[in-house]
């Protein structure tokens, strides 16, 4: 990989020396570095190496209608929050692209997403340390008006290596009123993929497929303010590699997500369901983890900006789940008893996760089993979050966010503890979000949220309990902040652990650049994007982060 | 050899000093909300100036900058002809959030989702809420990364700076 990068630069360098006029140049910055000191309290350890880093450079040259690129990155080593697996330096990313009359090809490595991602997506979250940027060659043609195709050989990235698959993919799309220049003020598109993954069988008792194949139809409609998405996928059987004959998993996969969009001035509704059944897509039937999941089933629940609603989120089961989730978005008219001078916006969402009917698809020679289509009732519930935010302007210095929630988790579960170690929590949670602005440029902000917790059934060891947070930022535009907050479990059934948990951020911001310090502890919990969940230990240290773009 | 990598990119980078500085939208689609695709680079405002704002329905900075903007985007039109272009990052889990929030807020920019990234990507955006202002010849002659109560007025001001 290493020689393939020096390549890549000493074709960047000749391009350079070739074509001096009209490229451009640029990238971005990011470093991330953090000083662990213990804090038995917390049970935060000290790292070794009292200070670790992870930084990366993305550059880009551009020159008409080629483009070629690198990452540069830095684990040295990496924080502790991120898999050990990442260590080092590297150029685990570069690519070469160049587009004409329609064709656009890709060397290199490349992020590519077939429909909502229900059988493959490579994408990066820098947060989450995921990045499985596919590296091999990626087609992308403009047929004819409202047709384009896309397809792809390749491996994917995991830490600085690949892993063992190799996948092969294609995917089509048509737009119906583009090819047919249809007046009709609906929109028709359609669209269909296939993936395949080859890997070699190594099993001395099973004879495991070595392509693995799965397929996608989608279709949406569009009128006005109305929007439908419907997405069903199926994966052939891809059994994990065991000599056991009970562990052996012979079923098939399948998935399917639908939404409905209702919008118009002050209003918006939308109302989805999903369901996937054994529908895990893997770079390496042997190994299990977030770094070799290729295919992107998001969590039905609304992603919570603020700490404590985020406390407990939900983590997507892409082996067996049914969600379903409503959002209500309205906005109070400007002028009316309760709209105020300047409007009042609400936004309700409901989302309820739950097991499929005894569990996934399980097929071999002692098991036959295949759960009903739609069940809700009396299945294992998973996670529910019903919540309300209201969001107002006072007057022209003071504006707030309120929110309320009640959430219900299913900690075994989702956290893979034995059943009835934690049970299921039910947590009702309040936040105030309230701005006063000082004066031109200066703003307070503070927060205040509240988390009452409860265990709903008797299990063999105590949840935290209670929370509160408060925080305090003070910000002076263009370029500067100040934030201090505190997170205190004062509920905990263990007084030993009513903790709190203070944190303090100062920031420079200046047009691309941006710098903050911080200092504090962090609470040992789960963080996620999009249902995809990483477990961030405790953590007690000094933080530096600047990122930088140009 | 690890050595002789970051030599040449910084040999690379130096290079890179005597290209022209002005930088362009790149040659990427993002959707449109009623599900066309559009190409980035065809973004135009009868030689006024655009502003683009990558957001989220999730980030509540990004949501404050282009509702603080919204009340005076009347204001910010009539005196320099200037055009909002919101894109949003939101990928397939809250995507169908993106049009029920923006025509429930009132917003009159023009939207397009980037859900997974390329657009985001190629403009070197880290995180959001990121700001670029792009000029008559459809150049980015500006940028700002995050967002604090009152950074609008300073965004204002490089519009008017660059507005005929």
New interface residues.
């Given amino acids: 990989m290493?020689n393939i990068?020096?390549g890549f630069?000493?074709f960047?360098?000749s391009i350079?020396?070739f074509a001096?006029?009209?490229?451009?140049?640029?990238?971005?910055f990011?470093l991330n570095m953090q000083s662990y000191i213990e804090d038995a309290t917390i049970n935060a350890v000290a790292a070794d190496e009292i200070i670790r880093n992870n930084s990366f450079l993305?550059?880009?040259?551009?020159k008409n209608?080629f483009?070629a690129g690198l990452r540069?990155e830095s684990y040295l080593n990496a924080l502790l929050d991120y898999d050990d697996d990442f260590k080092g330096?590297?150029?685990p990313y570069r690519f070469a692209t160049y587009?004409i009359e329609g064709l656009e090809v890709t060397a290199g490595n490349f992020?590519?997403?077939f429909g909502?991602?229900l059988i493959f997506?490579s994408?990066?979250e820098?947060g989450l340390g995921i990045d499985n940027a596919m590296d091999g060659i990626r087609l992308k043609y403009k047929l004819l008006k409202g047709i384009?195709l896309k397809t792809f050989i390749g491996k994917s990235r995991t830490y600085f290596t690949y892993a063992d698959g190799i996948f092969r993919g294609i995917d089509g799309e048509i737009?119906l009123n583009?090819t047919l220049e249809l007046q009709s003020k609906t929109?028709y598109?359609f669209g269909g993929s296939f993936i395949s993954r080859y890997q070699q069988r190594n099993n001395p008792v099973f004879e495991l497929p070595q392509n693995v194949g799965l397929y996608a139809g989608r279709l949406?409609i569009?009128n006005g303010?109305w929007?439908y998405?419907g997405e069903y996928a199926y994966k052939i059987n891809d059994p994990v590699n065991s000599i056991q004959e009970d562990a052996v998993n012979y079923a098939s996969g399948n998935a399917f997500?639908s939404?409905l969009?209702?919008?118009?001035?002050?209003?918006?509704?939308?109302g989805?369901i999903h369901r996937a059944d054994n529908m895990l897509l893997l770079s390496d039937r042997d190994r299990i983890g977030k770094a070799y999941i290729m295919n992107?089933i998001?969590?039905l629940s609304?992603?919570?900006?603020y700490t404590l609603l985020a406390l407990y989120p939900c983590a997507t089961q892409a082996m067996g789940e049914l969600g379903v989730q409503l959002?209500i978005?309205?906005?109070i008219k400007k002028g009316s008893l309760l709209g105020g001078k300047?409007?009042t916006?609400l936004?309700l969402n409901f989302s309820r996760i739950n097991g499929l009917n005894n569990g996934n698809s399980f097929k071999n020679d002692l098991t036959n089993h295949e759960p009903i289509l739609i069940s809700f009732k009396g299945e294992e519930l998973y996670f529910a979050d019903i919540n309300l935010e209201v969001n107002k302007k006072v007057n022209k210095r003071i504006r707030y966010?309120f929110v309320i929630a009640n959430q219900t988790y299913n900690k075994d579960f989702l956290e893979g503890k034995t059943p009835g170690e934690y049970g299921v929590i039910n947590s009702t949670i309040g936040v105030l979000d309230l701005?006063y602005?000082i004066k031109?440029?200066?703003?307070l902000?503070m927060e205040v949220q509240t988390l009452i917790a409860k265990q709903l059934e008797t299990a063999s060891k105590k949840e935290e309990g209670d929370w509160v947070m408060a925080l305090a930022e003070y910000?002076?535009?263009?370029n500067w902040?100040f934030t201090i907050q505190d997170m205190y479990n004062y509920g905990n059934d263990d007084e030993s652990k009513r903790l709190h948990y203070i944190n303090i951020n100062f920031g420079f911001?200046k047009?691309?650049?941006?710098f903050s310090i911080g200092y504090g502890k962090k609470r040992e919990g789960i963080f996620c994007v999009?249902?995809v969940c990483k477990l961030v230990p405790s953590s007690n240290g000094l933080n530096l982060n600047i990122?930088s773009?140009? | 050899m690890k050595q002789l990598s970051i030599i040449l990119i910084a040999t690379f980078l130096n290079v890179g000093t005597i290209f022209s500085q002005e930088r362009s939208l790149p040659n990427i689609d993002v959707k449109t909300l009623d599900g066309a695709t559009f190409n980035i680079q065809d973004l135009e405002n009868e030689n006024n100036p655009i502003v683009i704002s990558f957001w989220a329905t999730w980030c509540k900075p990004c949501k404050k900058e282009l509702n603080n903007i919204a009340e005076i985007y009347e204001d910010w039109q009539d005196e320099t002809g200037v055009k909002v272009v919101a894109i949003s990052i939101d990928d397939t889990r809250s995507m169908s959030k993106v049009a029920p929030y923006v025509n429930s807020s009132d917003w009159e920019y023009e939207i397009y989702l980037d859900s997974n990234s390329d657009l985001k990507r190629a403009l070197g955006v880290s995180s959001v809420p990121h700001t670029f202002l792009i000029n008559s010849e459809g150049k980015i002659v500006w940028q700002h990364k995050g967002y604090i109560d009152g950074d609008e007025d300073e965004l204002y001001e490089q519009i008017q700076a660059i507005s005929k």
Wanted: no cysteine.
């Fill in positions: 290493k990068s020096l630069i000493l960047f360098l350079n020396i001096q006029n009209n490229g451009e140049i640029h990238g971005d990011d993305n550059i880009i040259f551009t209608n483009s540069y330096n590297g150029i587009s992020y590519e997403q909502s991602g997506r994408y990066e820098k384009s737009d583009e929109r598109i949406n569009i303010g929007n998405y997500t939404s969009t209702f919008s118009k001035r002050g209003f918006g509704i939308t989805e992107y998001p969590t609304k992603p919570h900006a959002d978005f309205y906005k300047y409007g916006k936004n966010n701005s602005k031109k440029g200066h703003t902000r910000t002076i535009s263009p902040f911001l047009g691309a650049n941006r999009g249902g990122t773009s140009f």
